[in-house]
């Protein structure tokens, strides 16, 4: 008997075995929290990839926006500074016309006492010429500048398209084609010296002493004085032949100079600006708009250098194509009267000759305050223009920051905030965790 319940111990302790091994409640338990943990893992971490997948898009879309905004503030800054240069050619031809009308009444009176040299002087006359023949007094004459500057700028096409010859320069132009647009540039100006000589009789004349004349006589007037190559019959006015070869070889001369120091300026101005771009290590920059503020400015450095240079020659040119023509002027050593000019030149070295003997070499350089007053004027009217124009730019540009979309924080939505979607989610699978490992302790 006690064998057989031994045996049966025995045989019972196996089976007993396998049973509490099927009917063990940890190891279902064990596994279902090890899926649960395994499921929260992989949701923690699409979580995070969704995330990240939603910062770069934002961000993406935020470089975009920023890139959209600069080229929107490049084309604006580049229509503007198109407007800048616009404003700086009405300057040019249309608002230093004045200055002009002072500078050439100075130039062509040879008794004058006062030679205006600096602008401060002319101030006094000025104010009484407008008193006595009121404010368009000093705007006489600009419809014949503009009609000869037009006039001249048609003969030059017509040549060009006549010969072949190019009107204007290039870089990679060839010996042979820059000769042939200097020659170009020699008949355009002898063939405009005429129409400059009765524009210049136009400028410089009284409104108070002098009848008012058409646009048609201008042209009238010069063709006729074009065509008539002998000696007039009509005073002291000198033929056609004694100016166009001393104005072509002076004019010639005058334009390659504005070539030169203009190349020159804008080398130096765009070596300048690189350095800046360099030295500030600015990333976005507009090249078109450097290289248009390059040439304004090396614009204005020719021409002012040009103009003081050429300043005598000038003088003189202004004399003899106003002589015999029976002109009558605005006293600009007072404003109050008017006088006739009256001279006997022979020709360009007697004119010179004449001027530095009885006016001294200052003489030359007559109404030099009214040039002066002009480039002022010039540069103070871009200067007022550029600022107006980055005005505009800081205030556009301010608007489209302000529209500009921000990436969104994420960060703190995910891992701060315990009311989000994702937070609820992990802290409830926490809570059974918990609960299952305290039922399995108990």
Known sequence: MEGRNLKLETDCGPIDGDLEKEHDPKKPLENSIDCREKSIVENINADQDAIAKIQYLSLEHGMDKYLDNHEQDTSLRKYLGVGVHWVSLLTENVLSHPFLVLRWQCQVYNASKCYHLHPFTLLPSIVHLHRRQGLTTLWKGMGSCLLVRGMSYAIDDSVSKLTSWPKELDSRMTLKRFGQHVLLKSISIGMMVPFHAVSLVRTVQSDIASEKTGLLDVLREGGMRLFYWSSPQKGRLLPAWALIGPCISIGITKYLFNLLIHGASTRMMRRRIADLHKNRGRKFCDQKLDNQNAE??????????????????????????????????????????????????????????????????????????????????????????????????????NRSSSRAIQPYNLDGISYNKSSTTLSPSISSTELDVTSLEQYILD
């Open 296 to 397: 304004l400015y090396a614009g204005l450095i020719a021409m002012l250098t040009t103009e003081v240079i050429f300043y005598p020659f000038e003088t003189i040119l202004r004399r003899l194509q106003l002589q015999g023509t029976r002109t009558i002027i605005d006293n600009l050593d007072t404003g109050y009267s008017v006088v006739p000019i009256l001279t006997n030149y022979r020709g360009v070295f007697d004119c010179y000759r004449e001027i530095v003997h009885s006016e001294g070499f200052s003489g030359l350089y007559k109404g030099f305050g009214a040039m002066i007053m002009q480039f002022v004027a010039h540069v103070a009217i871009i200067k007022l223009a550029k600022w107006i124009v980055n005005q505009i730019v800081q205030n556009m540009s």
